[in-house]
Protein backbone atom coordinates (compact mmCIF):
# COMPACT_ATOMS: atom_id res chain seq x y z
CA UNK A 1 0.00 0.00 0.00
CA UNK A 2 1.71 3.27 -0.93
CA UNK A 3 1.84 6.39 1.28
CA UNK A 4 -1.21 8.28 -1.00
CA UNK A 5 -3.80 4.99 -0.65
CA UNK A 6 -2.66 4.64 3.41
CA UNK A 7 -4.35 8.40 3.51
CA UNK A 8 -8.48 6.94 3.57
CA UNK A 9 -7.09 4.17 6.05
CA UNK A 10 -6.53 6.38 8.96
CA UNK A 11 -9.77 6.22 11.23
CA UNK A 12 -11.16 7.97 14.04
CA UNK A 13 -9.01 6.17 16.42
CA UNK A 14 -5.72 6.83 14.65
CA UNK A 15 -6.87 10.76 14.53
CA UNK A 16 -7.51 10.43 18.24
CA UNK A 17 -3.37 8.96 18.88
CA UNK A 18 -2.57 11.93 16.53
CA UNK A 19 -4.02 14.99 18.83
CA UNK A 20 -2.33 12.98 21.66
CA UNK A 21 1.02 13.11 20.37
CA UNK A 22 0.81 16.27 19.47
CA UNK A 23 -0.31 17.59 22.85
CA UNK A 24 2.47 15.47 24.47
CA UNK A 25 4.88 16.99 22.12
CA UNK A 26 4.23 20.68 23.14
CA UNK A 27 3.61 20.19 26.82
CA UNK A 28 7.09 17.68 27.44
CA UNK A 29 8.61 20.99 26.11
CA UNK A 30 6.64 23.03 28.59
CA UNK A 31 7.36 21.37 31.02
CA UNK A 32 11.01 20.15 30.45
CA UNK A 33 10.64 16.47 30.66
CA UNK A 34 10.85 13.43 28.43
CA UNK A 35 8.12 12.95 25.96
CA UNK A 36 5.36 9.96 27.18
CA UNK A 37 4.41 9.36 23.41
CA UNK A 38 0.96 7.32 23.10
CA UNK A 39 1.40 3.87 20.51
CA UNK A 40 0.62 4.47 17.16
CA UNK A 41 -0.97 1.98 14.92
CA UNK A 42 0.63 1.04 11.54
CA UNK A 43 -1.22 3.70 9.71
CA UNK A 44 0.58 6.42 11.13
CA UNK A 45 4.06 5.29 9.70
CA UNK A 46 3.15 6.41 6.37
CA UNK A 47 4.54 9.50 5.22
CA UNK A 48 1.97 11.99 4.63
CA UNK A 49 1.96 15.57 4.92
CA UNK A 50 0.20 17.52 8.06
CA UNK A 51 -0.75 20.56 9.71
CA UNK A 52 -1.31 21.23 13.13
CA UNK A 53 -3.58 24.45 14.03
CA UNK A 54 -4.03 25.73 17.51
CA UNK A 55 -6.58 27.84 18.75
CA UNK A 56 -6.97 29.86 21.77
CA UNK A 57 -10.26 28.27 23.12
CA UNK A 58 -12.52 25.90 22.24
CA UNK A 59 -15.35 26.22 19.88
CA UNK A 60 -16.07 28.07 16.73
CA UNK A 61 -15.21 31.60 17.24
CA UNK A 62 -11.41 30.63 19.37
CA UNK A 63 -8.57 32.52 18.02
CA UNK A 64 -5.67 31.55 15.93
CA UNK A 65 -2.51 30.86 17.92
CA UNK A 66 -0.06 29.13 15.71
CA UNK A 67 -0.43 26.95 12.28
CA UNK A 68 2.33 25.33 10.59
CA UNK A 69 2.53 22.37 8.31
CA UNK A 70 4.66 20.54 5.73
CA UNK A 71 2.96 19.64 2.56
CA UNK A 72 4.51 16.15 2.22
CA UNK A 73 6.94 14.24 4.68
CA UNK A 74 10.15 12.38 4.58
CA UNK A 75 9.56 10.92 7.79
CA UNK A 76 6.38 9.12 9.25
CA UNK A 77 2.55 11.02 9.92
CA UNK A 78 2.65 11.06 13.25
CA UNK A 79 6.60 12.27 13.97
CA UNK A 80 5.53 14.99 11.53
CA UNK A 81 2.80 15.48 13.95
CA UNK A 82 4.99 15.79 16.40
CA UNK A 83 7.42 18.12 14.80
CA UNK A 84 4.70 20.35 13.41
CA UNK A 85 2.96 20.68 16.97
CA UNK A 86 6.21 21.83 18.44
CA UNK A 87 6.64 24.25 15.53
CA UNK A 88 2.78 25.49 15.62
CA UNK A 89 3.56 26.15 19.49
CA UNK A 90 7.10 28.04 19.80
CA UNK A 91 7.74 29.06 16.02
CA UNK A 92 4.72 30.53 14.34
CA UNK A 93 6.27 33.55 13.53
CA UNK A 94 2.89 35.53 13.76
CA UNK A 95 2.95 34.74 17.49
CA UNK A 96 4.89 34.93 20.53
CA UNK A 97 6.02 31.17 21.57
CA UNK A 98 2.93 28.84 23.82
CA UNK A 99 3.57 29.74 27.31
CA UNK A 100 2.95 26.86 30.31
CA UNK A 101 -0.45 28.60 31.21
CA UNK A 102 -1.92 28.52 27.83
CA UNK A 103 -1.83 24.96 27.03
CA UNK A 104 -4.69 23.68 29.21
CA UNK A 105 -6.54 26.35 27.20
CA UNK A 106 -5.16 25.78 23.79
CA UNK A 107 -7.31 23.53 21.43
CA UNK A 108 -5.36 21.27 18.61
CA UNK A 109 -6.50 20.81 15.07
CA UNK A 110 -4.60 18.16 12.66
CA UNK A 111 -5.46 18.02 9.47
CA UNK A 112 -3.66 15.16 7.21
CA UNK A 113 -2.96 15.55 3.87
CA UNK A 114 -2.74 13.54 0.77
CA UNK A 115 -0.50 14.19 -1.85
CA UNK A 116 -0.34 17.49 -3.92
CA UNK A 117 -1.08 17.01 -8.07
CA UNK A 118 -0.77 19.52 -10.28
CA UNK A 119 -4.10 20.99 -12.03
CA UNK A 120 -4.35 23.07 -15.59
CA UNK A 121 -7.48 24.99 -14.58
CA UNK A 122 -8.68 27.13 -11.44
CA UNK A 123 -12.21 25.70 -12.68
CA UNK A 124 -10.72 22.34 -11.09
CA UNK A 125 -10.53 23.68 -7.66
CA UNK A 126 -13.61 22.63 -5.80
CA UNK A 127 -14.05 24.68 -2.32
CA UNK A 128 -14.33 22.74 1.02
CA UNK A 129 -12.88 19.89 -0.70
CA UNK A 130 -9.88 20.85 -1.82
CA UNK A 131 -6.83 22.91 0.06
CA UNK A 132 -4.90 25.41 -3.03
CA UNK A 133 -0.73 25.69 -3.14
CA UNK A 134 -0.32 28.68 -5.48
CA UNK A 135 3.05 29.56 -6.97
CA UNK A 136 4.15 32.28 -9.31
CA UNK A 137 7.49 32.84 -9.61
CA UNK A 138 9.29 33.27 -5.99
CA UNK A 139 6.12 33.51 -4.26
CA UNK A 140 4.16 30.92 -3.24
CA UNK A 141 0.93 30.37 -0.32
CA UNK A 142 -1.34 27.47 0.84
CA UNK A 143 -4.82 27.54 2.27
CA UNK A 144 -6.24 24.44 4.23
CA UNK A 145 -9.09 22.76 2.52
CA UNK A 146 -11.37 24.52 6.08
CA UNK A 147 -10.05 27.83 5.35
CA UNK A 148 -12.40 28.93 2.38
CA UNK A 149 -15.55 27.63 3.83
CA UNK A 150 -14.63 28.60 7.42
CA UNK A 151 -14.34 31.98 5.78
CA UNK A 152 -17.52 31.95 3.92
CA UNK A 153 -15.13 32.24 0.49
CA UNK A 154 -16.03 31.66 -2.53
CA UNK A 155 -13.36 30.00 -5.15
CA UNK A 156 -12.07 33.94 -6.47
CA UNK A 157 -11.97 34.96 -2.99
CA UNK A 158 -10.07 31.92 -1.82
CA UNK A 159 -7.69 32.79 -5.03
CA UNK A 160 -7.45 36.68 -4.28
CA UNK A 161 -6.57 36.13 -0.64
CA UNK A 162 -4.02 33.43 -1.63
CA UNK A 163 -2.87 36.28 -3.80
CA UNK A 164 -2.07 38.81 -0.92
CA UNK A 165 -1.05 35.65 1.08
CA UNK A 166 1.95 35.34 -1.40
CA UNK A 167 2.99 38.78 -1.47
CA UNK A 168 0.87 39.15 -5.07
CA UNK A 169 -1.70 41.42 -6.32
CA UNK A 170 -5.22 40.42 -5.98
CA UNK A 171 -5.48 39.67 -9.47
CA UNK A 172 -2.42 37.41 -10.20
CA UNK A 173 -4.09 34.31 -10.12
CA UNK A 174 -5.67 34.78 -13.54
CA UNK A 175 -1.78 34.95 -15.12
CA UNK A 176 -1.26 32.40 -17.17
CA UNK A 177 2.04 31.84 -15.83
CA UNK A 178 0.70 31.34 -11.89
CA UNK A 179 0.67 27.49 -10.52
CA UNK A 180 -1.96 25.77 -8.83
CA UNK A 181 -1.52 22.50 -7.07
CA UNK A 182 -4.56 20.93 -4.83
CA UNK A 183 -4.73 18.13 -1.76
CA UNK A 184 -7.36 16.76 0.25
CA UNK A 185 -6.96 17.06 3.86
CA UNK A 186 -8.60 14.56 6.36
CA UNK A 187 -9.44 16.61 9.59
CA UNK A 188 -9.19 15.68 13.27
CA UNK A 189 -9.80 18.40 15.86
CA UNK A 190 -9.79 18.28 20.06
CA UNK A 191 -13.39 17.60 21.07
Known amino acids: MTDAS ?5 SE ?17 LEGRSS ?3 VAGLSLSA ?19 GCIGRMDAKESLVRTVRAMALSAAFEDPRFPPLERGELSKTSIEVTVLT ?9 QIEVGRHGVYLSKGWHSAVFLPQVATEQG ?5 L ?9 LPANAWKESDTKYQVFEGRIFPEA
Open 6 to 10: VFSEI
Open 153 to 157: WGRDE
Open 47 to 65: ELGAFVTLRSGKGPDAALR
Open 13 to 29: SDGAVLLANAREAIASR
Open 159 to 167: LVNLCYKAG
Open 115 to 123: PMRQIASVA
Open 36 to 38: RWP
